[in-house]
């Protein structure tokens, strides 16, 4: 299991483009991908779940990935909430 904190970077944070987007990346992988924030935890490949939790720029998140491609999954979302531009 590998996880990474990361402050969201997105002007709009997570709404439905960029939660979609994010879904969509997180999706490629085979690993098992979730989201943290406060005390909330999300499965990173249902758009549902991505946009309960509401997240706004400059909040922090946590990506967590356990498979075979956890690493890749990680650092992909990681990069996409830092240099998303809408």
Known sequence: MIEKKVIVKIESGLEARPA???????????S????LMEEK????KSIMGM????ALEGQ???I???GEDEEEAVNALV???????E
Request: charged share 15%.
């Open 20 to 30: 979609a987007l994010f879904v969509q990346i997180a999706s490629q992988y085979e």
């Open 32 to 35: 098992q991908v979730h989201v």
């Open 41 to 44: 935890q999300v499965n990173a």
């Open 51 to 54: 946009m309960s939790l509401g």
């Open 60 to 62: 922090e998140l946590t």
């Open 64 to 66: 967590r990935a356990e």
């Open 79 to 85: 990069e996409f909430l830092n240099s998303h531009k």
